[in-house]
């Protein structure tokens, strides 16, 4: 009998690093597929800080949270092995939301195909939630003009890393915000930012007065933290903030204090939060305005690889450490 590992969430999460005992490591029969079903055994799978949300009991959040006893939710890449379904074939790669299982059962609903040609890598870090999320915040509400300027906090993320290199290659001015020197480094050498400020060691007041002296005019948020507060002083008018995620918040016990208002009435910002479930069905449509950039070359990636589907529970606290470089995918 052939038997496959997948991996359920069993408790709620408490301020502070993800532990072990909030997940039940399975052992089950490998399935065959049913009626209208597909099988897919998946090879890579995406680690997310959102999925510290999706844990979470909150009734209120974008998108209900996994229930206790259920496969962790997160996105991955598989070959079809067995098919009930006209719309898939056996040796097809699909990718979607599939969980911390070595094998996907179910009727496809949410798979998308993928070219056998496409890297896994390249796929997970560019053309599933990453690009798309960078895709939706920056076009879909950042309204962004050439000869702008745009900061991008936890740039060297999976996120921020793409929507500077797009906002770059829309001729604005990038500035990226992230945790080492080497990250730093990586988004003004490799990715071609126009400047980076390391928010745990620069003076962020006197590097944003250096590569911002016009001012800010596009702020793209993922982090939180100090960094938010000498942005938005910085922010000329009309200027537009899409908060994306408030990683920095996730695992604390209470949130950091929020910025002051007078400054956004003053200079009449916008703001826009957002979560990409709500513009699942635009996903065609990113796709086809990110995929031009992909094949003119310019669009880098990294990638930081864990081996094995029980490396997910520690390699989450990666991604909340700022340990992670690149973004961060189980090879199963």
Known sequence: MSTYTSIKLIARPEPGPISPDLFEITQQEVPQAGSNEILVKQTHMSLDPAMRGWMSPDPESYIPPVALGEVMRSAGLGEVIESNNADFKVGDRVMGMMGWTEYYLGSGEGLRQVQASLDAEMALSIFALPGLTATQGLYGFSEPKAGETIVVSGAAGSVGSLVGQLAKADGLTVIGVAGSEEKCNWLTNDLGFDGAINYKTDDLEA???????KGIDMYFENTGGPIQQHVINHMNAHGRIVVCGMISDYAAAEPSAGPNWIPIIKKRLTIRGFAMPDH??????????????????????RAHIIDGLESSIDGLNLLFTGGNKGKLIVKL
């Open 280 to 301: 699942f069905g635009d996903v065609p449509a990113l796709i086809a305005k990110l995929t031009p950039y992909v094949m003119a070359g310019k669009i880098k990636h």
């Open 207 to 213: 590097r944003l007065t250096q590569l911002a002296p």
